[in-house]
């Protein structure tokens, strides 16, 4: 089974950028679809994004849509999410997760297997 190990995540004022990074050990990255999810205090999980297996198409939540953007590297086996006009509200815990199959998958209740998080906090 895959394992996933998130990073890049930090404190950063509003209108900042940052790019986490999610490394995948294990198994190859292109055998799963890929996705990030994020959870702010007291909040639910909340589904950002996701990429096929084959990296060919990546797909967003509405609350991050043309601000954030998923890649994949095959290569580095890494998994990527870079994040632009960061706002307070995008203060929380990120995580990566990988679902079997080629995706795409919308919830994240598809993904099976989950790194243990990155924290992002957003200042204004």
């Known amino acids: 089974q895959v394992q996933l190990v998130e990073s890049g995540g930090g404190l950063v004022q509003a209108g900042g950028s940052l790019r986490l990074s999610c490394v995948a050990s294990g198994r190859a990255l292109n055998m799963y679809a890929m996705g990030w999810c994020r959870r702010a205090p007291g909040k639910e999980r909340e589904f950002l994004g996701g990429?096929?297996?084959?990296?060919?198409?990546?797909y967003y939540a509405d609350s991050v849509k043309g601000r954030f953007t998923i890649s994949s590297d095959n290569a580095k086996n890494t998994l990527y999410l870079q994040m632009d006009s960061l706002k307070p509200e995008d203060t929380a815990d990120y995580y990566c997760?990988?679902?079997?199959?080629?995706?795409?998958?919308?919830?994240?209740?598809?993904?099976?297997?989950w790194g243990q998080g990155t924290q992002v906090s957003v200042s204004s």
């Open positions: 997760a990988a679902g079997q199959g080629p995706g795409p998958y919308y919830r994240s209740s598809q993904y099976g297997y």
């Open positions: 990429i096929t297996w084959s990296a060919t198409s990546t």
